[in-house]
């Protein structure tokens, strides 16, 4: 035998997990920060590693310039793509 139906209508169900996940949150409102935090930190230091930002200069990258020292770059690698694809 099935049990019998808590909620009538879908708004009585909406409301009904709405309290819940509430209760919930208030429950383990601290838990959950902690977690929020950790990965904001986790994903904030591994954005700053890529992008190098920690003060590590990078010495294999040269610094362009000139627009002719840009353009000359966008050119090669415009180049190696084309020689992948072909």
């Known amino acids: ?15 009904a997990s709405r309290e819940k996940r ?21 994903a904030k230091k591994h954005q700053e590693d890529e992008d190098g930002i920690d003060g590590s200069d990078d010495d294999h990258e040269e610094s362009l310039e000139t627009l002719a020292e840009c353009i000359a770059v966008v050119k090669y690698a415009k ?5 992948y694809i072909q």
Do not use: G
């Open 22 to 42: 509430s209760r919930y949150y208030a429950r383990c409102r601290e838990s959950i920060l902690a977690k929020r935090r950790e990965k904001y930190h986790a």
């Open 1 to 15: 035998m099935a049990p019998p139906i808590k909620h009538k209508t879908a708004a009585a169900k909406l409301k």
């Open 79 to 83: 180049d190696e793509f084309m020689q």
